[in-house]
């Protein structure tokens, strides 16, 4: 019989489940193939060389062996610094809801180098500001750019006409921006302030490693946190999960100021 056939690739660990007593099965990002899960065989012991590796939030430089569904971790070993990342709660929730989104929009079928980086820069940038929650914003409007979702924040996506100063309102279910004159039957559509399109465009231009810092009042930082919770739940058609436990700690630290 010909031996299974293997591959290498750098990953990001997005979530593990255990199966029977000593197997894990690992949901992957994989910056050469897009999401894959895997078995690790005997991860659970102890004394297994895969202990440690396949925590969620970790990056790996990985061997794995095509199985007939699923392919097994033959080999893996920690390759960024994220752990410190793990140390802090309020970067936790904040990492493992990054995880859900890329385990949301991640495809199987095809890999994504932008989202990939996206993911890890994202994180490093976590894991050295773990109270901001600007980087969270610009993860959300940039994921949904390299899923081909990015939506329209210059120009009415009725009538085409660029949007003037003033107030506008915002629906993912057609893309984007609308003017007051548009008005189509959409159930989506919500008001959008003049501010939080600013803040859009500027986070739509900025690269993570130069995020401008701003200062926001609450209900700035809700307006936008909702709007793009909105999107990216009407893309993923469903709840996020760990948004609940992000909200859960910002209701108890009830900052005066969001950055
Ligand atoms: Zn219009």
Redesign the pocket.
């Known amino acids: 019989m010909a031996p299974p056939r293997s591959y290498h690739c750098e990953a990001l660990t997005l979530k593990k489940a255990f199966i029977g007593e000593a197997d894990v099965i690992v949901t992957l990002y994989t910056k050469e193939r897009g999401k894959v899960r895997a078995i690790a065989k005997g991860a659970r012991r102890s004394n297994s060389r895969l202990v440690g590796h396949l925590e969620p939030l970790t990056l790996v430089s990985m061997s794995l062996a095509q199985g007939r569904s699923l392919d097994y971790v033959t080999q893996v070993q920690t390759i960024g610094n994220l752990s410190p990342l793990k140390d802090d709660l309020d970067a936790v929730s904040k990492g493992f809801y990054v995880a859900e989104l890329v385990d949301g929009f991640g495809s199987e079928a095809n890999a994504n180098p932008p989202l990939y980086q996206l993911a890890v820069e994202t994180l490093q940038y976590i894991r050295d500001n773990p109270t901001a929650d600007l980087p969270l914003r610009f993860f959300e409007l940039h994921l949904l750019e390299v899923s081909g979702l990015k939506p329209e924040l210059y120009r009415?996506v009725?009538?085409r006409?660029a949007l003037p100063p003033g107030a506008h309102r915002f629906s993912p279910n057609v893309g984007g921006t609308?003017?007051i004159?548009?008005h189509p039957a959409d159930a989506h559509v919500r008001a959008l302030s003049l501010r939080a399109l600013k803040v859009l465009r500027l986070l739509d231009r900025s690269r993570l490693p130069e995020l401008p810092s701003l200062s926001m009042d609450k209900s700035l930082a809700q307006e936008l946190q909702s709007l793009l919770s909105l999107t990216i739940e009407y893309w993923l058609d469903k709840q996020i999960q760990s948004n609940s436990f992000m909200e859960q700690l910002q209701r108890e630290s009830q900052p005066e100021v969001y950055r």
């Open positions: 009415c009725e009538c006409r609308l003017c004159d548009c």
